[in-house]
């Protein structure tokens, strides 16, 4: 483990939770396609004295004296924000992906207007003006969603609501969304109705830097993403525009929603980008890609049955209805076996949210780890023995699974950690 001789000595009980926390990490299979691993740079930055400094405003124009390094901190991370991503204006600002799309509401639409974005249920997210959201209560949300038997987003559906509802704002991307964004159908119909269009990329920006999934640059009026999931960055968010909308976007992220920044997150993101800008980077976002599809075929040959049929990026969306199991004993089960994934919605469920009919997986974080498509069919055979398992509520073979797992991973030092002793 990681040695915090400084935080084992003012408060060793929360030590001994880091370190706890390290072995979990370290032990298990993650597959939660919302995370990853950061590199040690990336954790090193995120935890140094650039915490301690408040600084509202922006780099040049700020409220608070002494910002001779943090707008030199900040300018790096924008700068690299632009080149990795080729759009004209950044901010790295926003504390996380929903105050990020709160920003774009905030910039673009007054309470009551009409929005459009892809259903909860159908792989959306919340922010997308879901009712449970604020989004969805300040605003006039209209979703769209997916074929029922090919489980993609049916841009005639899209095209004839926007025609029919005339929204401001069009949110394309999801947070359970198992292929491609069609980003030039979408800035098409935007423009048809004369709607700013957002690309929300939060699961995909890694994939997009690494050139591993089209870029919604040029398509979407405004780009929001979170910069840890595929971009393997500290938890924060980033907003990507055109110049023409660049004052709009920084003045509601600041003042309108958040006050000052957090500099040692942000200077997480500047390294991070600048690891996005390497071959290695494009390297394993190819082998995030391959590592999923081939993690679905072998799971597809064991009948189970995986939403749209596959998927074109990082993220698999299985539904659980044909083998006997609902999603969350499942997630817990495969948990209690070394593999971690979260219980999820499919469309058309008919279960309720918090005891869906399915599960998400993702392929980033094996992948950061150094695992390739040579060990997918036998990730696909631990899930598979784990179900088996959980409906004969068999622990010993739950058990039997996670140490499988922990000797293989033994194998695959963890990014910002390395080895673990046994």
Request: negative net charge.
């Amino acid at each position: 483990m990681i040695p915090h001789p400084a935080l084992t000595g003012a408060d060793p009980e929360l030590a001994a939770l880091v370190g706890a926390e390290e072995r979990r990490q370290f032990d298990t299979m993650k597959l939660i396609a919302s995370e990853n691993y950061v590199s040690a740079a990336v954790l090193e930055a995120a935890g140094t004295v650039l915490t301690n400094k408040y600084s509202e405003g922006y780099p040049g124009k700020r409220y608070y004296e002494g910002q001779q390094v943090i707008d030199q901190v900040e300018t790096l991370a924008i700068e690299r924000a632009k080149s990795v991503f080729g759009v004209e204006h950044a901010n790295v600002q926003p504390y996380s992906g929903s105050p990020a799309n709160l920003a774009v509401y905030l910039a673009f639409a007054k309470p009551g207007d009409t929005v459009l974005g892809l259903g909860l249920p159908m792989g959306g997210h919340l922010t997308h003006g879901w009712p449970v959201s604020a989004t969805g209560a300040w605003f006039n949300a209209v979703h769209y969603g997916v074929g029922r038997e090919t489980g993609r987003v049916d841009l005639d559906e899209v095209r004839d609501l926007a025609r029919r509802h005339r929204p401001k704002l069009i949110f394309c991307g999801g947070t359970a969304v198992p292929r491609t964004v069609d980003f030039p159908a979408f800035a098409e119909i935007a423009r048809e109705v004369g709607a700013v269009l957002v690309a929300d990329v939060a699961h995909i920006a890694g994939l997009i830097a690494g050139g591993a999934h089209p870029s919604p640059v040029g398509h979407a009026d405004v780009i929001t993403t979170t910069t840890h999931k595929t971009l393997r960055g500290p938890r924060g968010a980033m907003i990507l525009t055109s110049a023409e909308h660049a004052k709009a976007v920084d003045k509601a992220v600041f003042p309108g929603l958040q006050g000052g920044p957090h500099n040692s997150t942000t200077a997480g993101i500047a390294v991070a980008l600048r690891e996005a800008s390497t071959p290695e980077f494009r390297t394993y976002a190819q082998g995030v890609v391959a590592n999923a599809q081939a993690l679905g075929a072998a799971l597809a040959s064991r009948g189970f049955d995986l939403v749209s049929g596959g998927t074109d990026n990082h993220l698999l969306l299985v539904d659980l209805t044909s083998k006997d199991i609902a999603g969350k004993p499942a997630a817990k089960a495969l948990d209690r076996a070394g593999i971690e994934l979260n219980f999820n919605t499919v469309p058309y469920d008919t279960r309720k949210p918090f005891d869906p009919s399915g599960l998400r997986i993702g392929t980033a974080a094996i992948t950061t780890r150094g695992l390739g498509t040579q060990h997918m069919e036998g990730l696909a055979g631990w899930i598979d023995d784990a179900l088996s398992a959980a409906r004969k509520d068999d622990e010993a073979a739950l058990d039997g699974i996670a140490g499988e797992v922990r000797s293989l991973l033994a194998g695959f030092p963890m990014p910002g950690l390395g080895e673990l002793p046994a």
